[in-house]
């Protein structure tokens, strides 16, 4: 977060800067600028800002000159500075070379600015020797302790010494002001010439002799409105002329300040005219000590071109031919920059030859100045191969964020490339280096795909190579993606391949695999593929051997007993029998066989002995319960067995024998005995003791309940109707009746009319016990009881409830209390008391003279 707060912050300025100072311009249209970077020009007034084109996004640098610097100066010192820095844009964008800075946005002005846009830039060479000046504080990171190596320093003077020669030879331009100020080193480390301020054009006419007009040094004028004095060639005090070897003297004393322990320069003259008149007349007698700090090998030609004779200055073609820039790495750098002027043919002989020179190079300048140079190539595909290597091999001594910044950007198109076939079996080869430096994301958006084009390539090197490198990068890859894509290619070019080695190293690929798989991939994909496999040859069957016993030996996965036994095993027993096998591959072969036969065997052993112990125990509480012969009782032996029962004894197939054998504990024993452990024959035994235990214990006597002598049918009818009489003809006693029984017209059906709190025997029953019959409270009688069938005829209703009477729902629903039934003394009684028919006897038939017959079986049979 911290970071993130300071990058928010420095945009933040960047942008509350350029508010005031680009609205106006008319630049900002096409260009944004985003981070303040370095300063440039005549006193480092050019403010260099980092930037891209918003059109194309394409990175550049924006130089803005802020108009309010100018007000310290006088207005005449303004304009002259206004007008001075406007020629020297104007002449730089006219100007067209390697060497030279390339402007993408020519001159602009507003109210408040200058502004113009080039190609990307790094600093000024005066920002990279400690220059700070109009620098935003602190300085920016990257120039941060930054030190020029020797083949910068070496390369760059040689850019700008063939700047040079442009200037003199082809535009007959003289610079006059070669500086660090003047001097712009872009994103790639080239010294490119800037500052044409002060530059002085021919005057002649063409095909005469060059001639550039001479205008002296002002000491009334500011500083800044004139060149350099510190960089001032000797003569231009001396004799009041110039020429293009003043350039030389200038690029002399700059070789002088690049390597002087503190950037100084030999006179450190600044803006003192009369000091650098002294130092002109000084250098006359030069001591060769004034220039110890320069390289050995280019001291002798810089007192050569700070020498005050200007025609004994070497001119900058003699200068480039000098030993100094014999040099392996300035000669790669000046290759590497001409390499559009070249054929394939010569390409591929210098890109076989770079990688020895990258080795010995500074990673500084391999990121930023060889692999732009580098990666330009990759439009050119046959060239591709030859670059390549050479791309990796800088890659390797980057770091990650280098990687993703600078090389990953370039390799993704390269990636896609399919011919020439040698691209893939680079990026085989160096695949551990990418998975190092690659992001995961990337892996699988970019280099899984390469590798799934690599498995179906016809190339057998590459695809070697490809399943060599699959599993060290096998965590990264989804499920998904192992299961679609990946395995079936696996599986398709093993079965497809014509080549051994290929084949072998198909299956050396999936084993390494399957510690990534889970147990049901490898149960349904793996293992059914692997018989499918045509080829029986030894190394293929020790591949097919390997990935067996990591499935069944791993942890996680695992192959069940019944993949083992329907589908493992029919595979492997043929293969036992096969000649190629050594006796090691044999002994391996018979080993892992015996394994899973053994495992096989102890699980579906373990299954059966628990399935068998729940049917012994079963039949055990089975014979228990089921057991009515005592342990005395004579039990007849069995049939001696027949030679065909004693073949099949002990298979187990006894459990299909007819249901009428013995069934006793004896019988159970000897059926189960063979096949029995000797826990549950333990168990047995213990059982037979209980049960004979049990066996001896005298049964419990029951107690006789006596029963009442038996009593015939009871007439209810008829019992009901003489208790009803009976009540009729005398007056109840006042405590029992319970129901007053009111007879009604012939014809209908009796009535009883219910008294509170009163209760009768003739209407509701709460206990009847009989010998034949017995009665609950609930339901009046109890019909697990046998008891005879009373026939009812009349359907008697209570006046209180409309329910038809019957033997379900009798006695009729009446306050609670004790019955005594009577039942039996009015039985016995019928016969003593004489019988009143009066009440009846319109229902019997009238004789010949009109006289009713008045017996009482008559009447009884009547009524029944």
Known sequence: MEVFNKFYSSVSNTVSQLSGVLPGNPVTREFEATQFIASAGPGLLWKIYKGYKKSTKQEASIFVFEKKLLDRFTKADRDIMLETLKRGIVQLTKLRHPQILTVQHSLEESRESLAFATEPVFASLANILGNMENMPQP?????????????????????????????????????????PESVIVNQQGAWKIFGFDFCIANQSSPGAAP???????CQAMHALTQPSLDYLAPEYILSASHSPASDIYSLGMVIYATHSPNHQTLGNIGSDYGKFKRFANELRNLSPSRLSCVADGLREYVKLMLNVTPELRPDPHQFLKIPYFEDVGVKTLNYLDSLFQWDNLQKSQFYKGLPQIIQKMPHRICIYRILPCLTKEFVNAPMVPFVLPNVLLIAEN???????KYILPVLKPVMLIQDPIQILLIFMQKMELLLKLTPGEEVKTDILPMLYRALESDAQQIQELCLSVLPTFASLIDYPAMKNALLPRIKKLCLGTSYLAVRVNCLLCIGKLLEHLDKWLVLDEIIPFLPQIPSREPAVLMGILGIYKLALSHQKLGITKEVMATKVLPFLMPLCVENGLTLSQFNALISLVKQMIGKVEAEHRAKLEQLNSIQNESKGMEALVNSSTSPDTLVSAPAPASDVEQLFAGLGLQASAPTGAATGSGGSLTATGGSLSIEDKQRIAQQQKVAQKMNHQPLPTPTPISKPPPSRPVDLTSSLLQSNLNQLSHKPPQNTPNYNPVLQSPGTTPQYQQFNQIQSPSTQFNQIQSPSSQFNQSTGFNPSLQSPQYNIQPNYQLQNQNQPFTGQNWPPSAPSGNFDNKWANNQNNQTKMKQDWSAFESLLPTSENGNVKKSDNEMMDLLS
């Open 398 to 404: 980057s770091t990650k964020e280098e990687f993703i």
């Open 139 to 179: 300085p920016p990171n990257h120039l941060n302790n930054y030190k020029l190596y020797e083949l910068e320093i070496k390369y760059g003077l040689m850019q700008v010494a063939e700047g040079l020669a442009f200037l003199h030879n082809d535009v007959k331009l003289l610079h006059h002001n070669i500086c």
């Open 211 to 217: 001639y550039w007009p001479f205008n002296e040094y």
